[in-house]
């Protein structure tokens, strides 16, 4: 009687157990990858050549030392700031067919397509056990996390606001400096021009309008200004977002003459070669730094802050998260767990022409040009670049309007005009 009746007990407490809701940790807290990750792990990014290429090349070959077991599957999708990566993504995402891991620009943008819609996994449980709290900078930690949970792992910190030019070129036309503010800049553009040397380097490509856009109106604000045009303190009809749009318009009179019919990447090859229509100025983010050195031109090129920056530090952090019903999700935390740590960020960054988000980067591996940024993301102004601030549909319509008006209309009240309406559309300052 008393075996029948224990019997009986366990049967109805496996009923009872059945009939409970099964309880799950929120994403955040859920455990780390296997201790002998096998198979595939699938990552999306953008890097498909220059130091962009040697530099993932570089932190693959740490992720195989660490996990020989897992086949890295370097799905890297070229074009100018990953255009053409955000639309295979999207359409793996919308169809429940994620990668493993993708690259994002660390910010609101990440957090506008794919954390509210509850793509992503929260990565609370990877930054505690990787010690990352430690020794992320906390401007980092805020700009990768949402309502306090972080949700992608930076591999690096780009300058954005670098003004690179040819030695020779300046050498050319008897310029001993680079100019500091925008005045010195058409002064020497004028020079350059009677030695029949393109002063700017342009593209047809809304990718890289945004970009040179982003470092005029940066040039024309203060932070506070800069800053609120993003956060909906600041409208889009400020006299500055029209006083950058100018400066835009008549920088791009010095520019290449063939600029409308090149991309981005052309401008940036021709940079390192010698053609009738090689700019002597490149406005760029310091991942052309690794271009340079991929092509082996240290020593041809200068750098130094673009006009009216002086004491700015705009960044971006080129960063990887985990979304939801990853395939291989222990080979995920394994790519994110290389990503984050120190022999995969010094081995990434040299090549990559960034600097290491970690405090504890080995800065015997940098050169000059590396830690002078080093130097100066201690002591200027931070500011995120538009890409942090702003949903991409804003950036994608930034880079058009801008583009638009360059290579067309050329009117700069009805640039502003759009954009007015652009920052409407994307819900800025709601």
Same mark, same amino acid.
């Given at each position: 009687?008393?075996? !029948?009746? %224990? +019997?009986?007990?366990?049967?109805?407490?496996?009923?009872?157990?059945?009939?409970?809701?099964?309880?799950?940790?929120? /994403?955040?807290?859920?455990?780390?990858?296997?201790?002998?990750?096998?198979?595939?792990?699938?990552? =999306?990014?953008?890097?498909?050549? @220059?130091?962009?290429?040697?530099?993932?090349?570089?932190?693959?070959?740490?992720?195989?030392?660490?996990? #020989?077991?897992?086949? =890295?599957?370097?799905?890297?999708?070229?074009?100018?700031?990953?255009? &053409?990566?955000?639309?295979?993504?999207? $359409? *793996?995402?919308?169809?429940?067919? #994620?990668?493993?891991?993708?690259?994002?620009?660390?910010?609101?943008?990440?957090?506008?397509?794919?954390?509210? #819609?509850?793509?992503?996994?929260?990565?609370?449980?990877?930054?505690?056990?990787?010690?990352?709290?430690?020794?992320?900078?906390?401007? +980092?930690?805020? &700009?990768?996390?949402?309502?306090? $949970?972080?949700?992608?792992?930076?591999?690096?910190?780009?300058?954005?606001?670098?003004?690179?030019?040819? %030695?020779?070129?300046?050498?050319?036309?008897?310029?001993?400096?680079?100019?500091? &503010?925008?005045?010195?800049?058409?002064? +020497?553009?004028?020079?350059?021009?009677?030695?029949?040397?393109?002063?700017?380097?342009?593209?047809? %490509?809304?990718?890289? /309008? =945004?970009?040179?856009?982003?470092? =005029?109106?940066?040039?024309?604000?203060?932070?506070?200004?800069?800053?609120? %045009?993003?956060?909906?303190?600041?409208?889009?009809?400020?006299?500055?977002?029209?006083?950058?749009?100018?400066?835009?318009?008549?920088?791009?009179? !010095?520019?290449?003459?063939?600029?409308?019919?090149?991309?981005?990447?052309?401008?940036?090859? *021709?940079?390192?070669?010698?053609?009738?229509?090689?700019?002597?100025?490149?406005?760029?983010?310091?991942?052309?730094?690794?271009?340079?050195?991929?092509? @082996?031109?240290?020593?041809?090129?200068?750098?130094?802050?673009?006009?009216?920056?002086?004491?700015?530090? +705009?960044?971006?952090?080129?960063?990887?998260?985990?979304?939801? &019903?990853?395939?291989?999700?222990?080979?995920?935390?394994?790519?994110?767990?290389?990503?984050?740590?120190?022999?995969?960020?010094?081995?990434?960054?040299?090549?990559?022409?960034?600097?290491?988000?970690?405090?504890?980067?080995?800065?015997?591996?940098?050169?000059?040009?590396?830690?002078?940024?080093?130097?100066?993301?201690?002591?200027?102004?931070?500011? #995120?670049?538009?890409? @942090?601030?702003? *949903?991409?549909?804003?950036? $994608?319509?930034?880079?058009?309007?801008?583009?638009?008006?360059?290579?067309?209309?050329?009117?700069?009240?009805?640039?502003?005009?759009?954009?007015?309406?652009?920052?409407?559309?994307?819900?800025?300052?709601?």
């Amino acid at each position: 009687m008393k075996r !029948y009746c %224990l +019997v009986l007990l366990i049967i109805v407490s496996l009923a009872l157990a059945a009939c409970q809701p099964v309880a799950t940790e929120p /994403a955040g807290d859920m455990s780390m990858e296997a201790a002998d990750p096998s198979g595939t792990v699938e990552v =999306f990014s953008w890097w498909s050549g @220059g130091g962009e290429l040697a530099g993932l090349n570089a932190i693959i070959e740490v992720f195989n030392a660490r996990y #020989p077991g897992v086949e =890295f599957d370097n799905a890297a999708i070229g074009g100018g700031d990953g255009v &053409n990566m955000r639309t295979v993504l999207e $359409t *793996r995402m919308l169809g429940g067919e #994620p990668p493993d891991s993708f690259q994002v620009w660390a910010g609101v943008g990440v957090v506008e397509d794919h954390v509210v #819609p509850g793509r992503m996994e929260g990565l609370d449980f990877l930054f505690a056990e990787e010690g990352l709290y430690d020794v992320f900078p906390q401007s +980092v930690l805020d &700009n990768v996390s949402y309502e306090g $949970t972080p949700y992608v792992v930076p591999v690096n910190i780009h300058r954005q606001n670098i003004m690179w030019y040819r %030695l020779d070129r300046f050498e050319a036309a008897g310029i001993t400096e680079p100019p500091t &503010n925008w005045d010195e800049f058409f002064v +020497v553009a004028e020079q350059l021009k009677e030695a029949g040397i393109p002063a700017i380097g342009g593209a047809s %490509l809304g990718a890289l /309008a =945004f970009h040179t856009y982003n470092y =005029f109106l940066n040039s024309v604000t203060d932070g506070e200004t800069y800053l609120g %045009l993003f956060d909906g303190s600041v409208g889009w009809d400020a006299p500055e977002v029209a006083e950058a749009l100018t400066l835009h318009m008549r920088a791009m009179e !010095y520019a290449s003459g063939d600029w409308l019919e090149v991309g981005w990447g052309d401008q940036v090859e *021709r940079f390192a070669a010698d053609y009738d229509e090689t700019p002597a100025i490149i406005l760029m983010g310091d991942w052309f730094w690794g271009f340079i050195k991929s092509e @082996g031109i240290e020593e041809m090129v200068g750098w130094a802050d673009i006009p009216n920056h002086q004491g700015k530090y +705009v960044w971006v952090a080129d960063s990887f998260g985990l979304p939801k &019903n990853a395939p291989n999700r222990d080979n995920a935390i394994a790519w994110l767990k290389v990503v984050a740590s120190k022999d995969g960020q010094d081995a990434f960054n040299p090549l990559k022409g960034s600097i290491p988000v970690r405090t504890d980067g080995d800065v015997s591996l940098y050169d000059e040009y590396l830690r002078e940024s080093m130097d100066a993301w201690q002591t200027h102004e931070l500011l #995120p670049f538009i890409g @942090g601030l702003v *949903r991409q549909s804003f950036v $994608t319509d930034l880079g058009n309007i801008v583009n638009n008006m360059l290579t067309g209309h050329g009117d700069v009240a009805r640039a502003q005009e759009e954009l007015i309406q652009a920052a409407k559309d994307s819900g800025i300052g709601e």
